[in-house]
């Protein structure tokens, strides 16, 4: 749930609760954010705000709900007004300068700095490199393609000055006068969207395109461009620009500049296995560490050096830190601060006693609150606290400091040298990260009775499994309309760890979907996410309404799936699809998964689980998998008949090696065990000792064990997956015969085995299923409505069942195997053209049957060697009923009215405006008469309502039967189904996009303003809206006047249609 900007009320969060509790949802998570929404009365952590969560939580209390919230105001991450720069992130930075050698009495200017915080780290003095002498001494002529711009501002060294540049594409140009030899390129801008490209000539007339330029995105509203590359002379260097308009720095060097620079020290979120090479400069480019003089003692508190130096040319470079000045963010005023140290458990207290103590004090005696949350990390990252190089020192066992020029990109001692030094140091804030930040917070919590929720991934220093070790819930991340990988580290982090539920911020969506987004629009992505193993959904999003007058009212701006009690569908389809998800999500915490090939990533960092493109060729469908870290790599894993066991009890069969090229000794000792165990290990190629610190003897033992390991006869170098499998008869647990696509998920408790998947297309089709299952009746559960049925049209070959399995489009299905075979009569359907029109079930005696949907001849192949010829000629034609409805359009949805339907038709084509710009629910009545004579023992009889938008409740001769929101929209009513007379009510509904393109007619007399400081009176006072010819308000407007309308109602045709079920008895 999230309010908005400080707009709430006890009324409304009533409301919402009741409306949460109604539908049969479990609890809220509340989050404090301020997205484009002017503020309300109710100031983050003051009293007001702490007796609104009172009220939430005591509401919760009465209604069974669970209660939990965000860690901080916004979304992301753990800060607020009680953070000063002391407790912050923070970041090295430096100035430099070149100096003659002898006496050196000067004042070195203070690095850059935010927030008036600042502290030195060292001083180190070096021969100055031949080429940072051509850097120092060459001051080019810089002119634009704007002539207002002011490129003074973009060569100071200094990040807070920045030069604004008009122009949708233009460009900034480097003149040297002559010719020049440039190796790197730095620039910082402010556009997110930035683009840039390298041009070069000699005439200043000619410009030839050199590449383009290496963008990284940093933090919020900070683009840095970092390249490196062969040498490139030229005169004039132009920098065309695409979707920029503020500049910050531009340097061009002649210097060769560490790879991946602001990645490799901890300011860029890249994985350590996407890095690109760390580069291979000259050696007149590389500082030789035993030229470095320390010379912090030598320079006073107010930057004053005094020190004597040999004769020469010295780079003096004074390293200090300074806050990052990142905030939580999206946050609103009263909540808003900078972003606590990761590294310091200090801060994290600080950050934990200010506002979670505060709340945790003020709900005591409550049973609701069970937890907080961290969100995923959105907040750029830090690279240096307290005596971080003491720590360092410590743990590595080297001093950090004599390194310190790779922080401003030069190379020290070799470029291995400089590649495990700083691999060494992501390593130790990635761990601090894990430990201080996520750990300790857990810590608290604990302490406090309460549960962490966190999303274990984002922009941050993290190894994204070793946080997943640190939460009581691991959540995931999926959009339908937006691809991407959020979901990896839960999963398997959670597996791993033994945790059995796998959260997700789950519908999370972008501005296209809006009002338009209804169940049976998404429901294939929670699928999709069911198969990728989450088991637990976090709706992403529901909208407290504090003002309970309007609708559909408070939004989170343009983002998010519109769970909102205002909702048209939220009291019909919504609770029909939250019924849908609970009994899935039940399914899928039964027993324990099963995967056959286990991942380890690795020991580099930040790092993240492998998905199945990361592979070439990719891992198949077919085949589950899960990440494994170091930590369980080397102290949870056993070996056991053959195969890797983690302490949960799952099991793989094969150990795939990912980015493993440098690793721990512990690390390597465990794969020669599985290896030497004859269990098969894949990737194994070049291994090294990883770190700097590495003996001649440590190098020898490597050698050695990577020998052994690539001398075994299960050991790969290559993923080629059919190889592999085929050599080592690893059966595929579930083969979709004739279909690559697919995806599924299997669970495992002592005798039942449990399988899902679902038809991604929107066609109805039979499934030709092998499951690596012998001896048991595949049972069909549909999550719909929890019906179960046993399928009869399967057999057992070479140790596997064989299924038939039919879906209608975009329909999912649990297949379990828990009871014998054994005695049973079965069906195949081998060498059959499948038939979506018949299928055999068994029926409670194990008897065999055929649903047949249509007349003709089926010829059924008994598993007993026997072929079975029957022909059904009585199924009738389908009953149309498509004409002749009285439809009630309700009041409450602001237009009332009984208008006859002669012929189903779409309300944004009826003659009637009012219907066109209907949303809500409308009531579709009608009589029709039943011949008992068509009646048999054998029928069945379904109603089809054919093309509904989006939902439907079906209610005949006054027994309701649910509520239909995804199609085929179509359901049983044999039982219902009487002789004579038969009265039907369809309480049709549609979504909100209608009625809000119909307002926009309208002038708007609400005083709202979306870029004002605050929300009108009237909302705050929870007030209905002033009078006007609109009927709705909401805060976020997806549509214009002229927009199109989209489809609604019920459109058909409506046709009642019949089965037969033919009991098939086996001769023999």
Not at 449 to 469: C, H, Q, R, S, W
Request: charged share 25%; aromatic share 12%.
């Amino acid at each position: 749930m999230h309010a908005l900007s400080g707009n709430m009320s006890k009324e409304g969060l009533t409301k919402d609760l009741e409306a949460i509790e109604k539908v049969g949802l479990g609890g809220v998570l509340l989050f404090n954010v301020s997205e484009h929404t002017p503020a309300g009365k109710i100031a983050y952590n003051s009293p007001e705000h702490h007796e609104m969560l009172k009220h939430a939580a005591t509401e919760c209390d009465r209604l069974g709900l669970t209660f939990g919230f965000h860690n901080c105001d916004g979304w992301s991450s753990s800060g607020g007004p009680w953070i000063t720069p002391e407790n912050s992130m923070k970041m090295l930075v430096y100035s430099d300068t070149i100096l003659k050698g002898g006496q050196v009495n000067v004042k070195l200017k203070q690095p850059f700095t935010r927030k008036d915080f600042y502290k030195d780290v060292a001083v180190l003095a070096y021969p100055t490199l031949p080429s940072e002498k051509v850097d120092f001494n060459n001051k080019p002529k810089i002119t634009s393609s704007d002539p207002n711009f002011n490129s003074g501002l973009v060569v100071d060294k200094n990040s807070k000055t920045e030069a604004t540049i008009e122009g949708k594409n233009s460009w900034v140009q480097f003149d040297y006068g002559k010719s020049y030899t440039i190796q790197s390129f730095f620039m910082e801008v402010k556009d997110r969207w930035a683009s840039a490209e390298l041009l070069t000539s000699n005439d200043g007339i000619n410009y030839t395109k050199v590449k383009d330029l290496f963008k990284h995105k940093t933090v919020h509203q900070r683009v840095d461009f970092f390249d490196h590359f062969e040498p490139i002379t030229a005169r004039y260097f132009r920098i065309n620009l695409h979707s920029v308009s503020v500049i910050r720095e531009i340097n061009l060097m002649a210097t060769f500049t560490v790879g991946n620079l602001l990645a490799r020290t901890g300011l860029l979120r890249i994985d350590d296995n996407e890095l690109s090479n760390i580069g291979n400069p000259k050696k007149e480019m590389i500082i030789d560490p035993k030229t470095i003089i320390n010379l912090s003692a030598k320079m006073d508190a107010k930057g004053n050096l005094k020190t004597t130096l040999p004769k020469g040319d010295y780079t003096i470079i004074r390293f200090g830190y300074t806050t990052n000045g990142q905030e939580n963010a999206p946050s609103s005023v009263s909540g808003r601060g900078l972003e606590c140290d990761k590294f310091s458990k200090k801060a994290i207290k600080t950050h934990y006693d200010n506002f979670i103590t505060k709340a945790v004090q003020n709900l005591k005696g409550n049973n609701s609150l069970q937890y907080i949350e961290i969100d995923s990390f959105e907040r750029g990252l830090q690279n240096w606290t307290d005596e971080l190089d003491t720590v360092f020192k410590q743990k590595d066992g080297y001093d950090l400091v004599q390194f310190l020029p790779l922080f401003t990109g030069r190379f020290v001692e070799s470029a291995k040298a400089s590649d495990a030094v700083l691999s060494d140091f992501r390593k130790l804030t990635c761990d601090l990260v894990t430990e201080n930040y996520y750990g300790y917070f857990s810590e608290l919590c604990h302490k406090d009775g309460l549960k962490t929720y966190f999303e274990p991934y984002g922009d941050g220093m993290i190894n994204e499994l070793d946080v997943a070790e640190k939460a009581d819930i691991n959540m995931g991340e999926f959009w339908p309309d937006r691809k991407v990988k959020m979901m990896g580290a839960a999963i398997s982090g959670s597996r791993i760890y033994g945790k059995n539920i796998v959260s997700a911020e789950s519908f999370t969506s972008i501005p296209k979907t809006n009002w338009k987004g209804h169940p049976g629009m998404v429901k294939v992505e929670g699928d999709s996410a069911w198969v990728q193993g989450i088991n637990q959904f976090m709706l992403h999003r529901f909208a407290h309404q504090a003002n309970t007058q309007v609708k559909p009212g408070m939004t989170l701006d343009k983002w998010g799936f519109h769970f909102d009690r205002t909702n048209t569908w939220w009291y019909n389809a919504g609770e029909a699809w939250f019924k849908y998800m609970q009994r899935g999500s039940y399914m899928l915490r039964q027993g324990l998964p099963v995967s056959d090939v286990l991942i380890f990533i690795g020991e580099g960092s930040p790092n993240a689980p492998f998905y199945r493109d990361d592979f070439e060729p990719n891992i198949p469908n077919e085949t589950n998998f899960d990440n494994v870290n170091a930590d369980v790599l080397i102290n949870g894993i056993t070996i056991k008949k053959g195969q890797i066991v983690l302490p949960s009890g799952t099991s793989y069969k094969v150990l795939v090696l990912k980015n493993c090229e440098k690793l721990s000794l512990k690390s390597l000792e465990k794969i020669h065990k599985i290896a030497l165990a004859g269990i098969p290990v894949v990737g194994v190629k070049t291994i090294e000792p990883a770190g700097y610190l590495v003996s001649e003897k440590l190098k020898e033992t490597f050698k050695k064990l990577v020998l052994e390991i690539k001398n075994q006869p299960k050991t790969y170098a290559d993923f080629n997956w059919k190889k592999i499998f085929k050599e080592n008869n690893i059966a595929t647990d579930l083969d979709f015969v004739d279909r690559d696509d697919l995806l599924y998920t299997h669970r495992k408790d002592e005798n039942t085995d449990i399988y899902f998947f679902y038809n991604r297309d929107k066609k109805a089709a039979v499934f030709e299923c092998d499951f690596n299952i012998d001896g048991k009746i595949p049972e069909l559960w549909n999550p719909i409505d929890g019906s179960t049925k046993k399928l009869g049209q399967f057999i057992h070959k070479k140790g596997q069942t064989k299924a038939w399995i039919h879906l209608e489009g975009e329909e999912a299905v649990f297949v379990v195997f828990r009871e014998s075979s054994r005695g049973i009569h079965t069906v195949s359907l081998e060498n059959q053209p499948n038939n979506i029109q018949t299928e055999y079930i068994l029926n409670s005696k194990n008897q065999l049957q055929l649903m047949v949907k249509e007349n003709g001849i089926f010829i059924a192949n008994l598993d007993s060697g026997e072929k079975r010829r029957i022909e059904i000629k009585n199924i009738e034609k389908p009953i149309d009923i498509s004409k002749n409805w009285n439809v009630e359009f309700l009041k409450e949805n602001d237009f009332e009215a009984k208008i006859p339907f002669k012929e189903l038709t779409d309300w944004k084509d009826h003659k009637n405006e009012n219907i066109n710009y209907y949303s809500g629910t409308a009531v579709y009545r009608k009589s029709f008469s039943f011949d008992d004579k068509k009646s048999e023992k054998t029928a069945r009889y379904i109603l089809d309502l054919g093309k509904v938008s989006i939902a439907a409740e079906v209610i005949l001769n006054g027994k309701n039967l649910g509520v239909l929101w995804m199609s085929p929209f179509k359901l049983d009513i044999t039982k219902q189904l009487q002789k004579g007379e038969n009265t039907l009510e369809i309480k049709v509904t549609n979504q909100w996009t209608n009625r809000l393109i119909g307002d926009e007619r309208f002038p708007a007399t609400d005083g709202f303003d979306k870029e004002g400081a605050s929300m009108p009176d009237w909302y705050v006072n929870n007030q209905p809206m002033p009078k006007s010819k609109r009927t709705t308000f909401t805060t976020a407007n997806f549509y214009y006047e002229n927009s199109s309308l989209i489809s609604a109602g019920l459109l058909g045709p409506v046709q009642i249609k019949n089965e037969r079920l033919i009991f098939i008895e086996s001769k023999k």
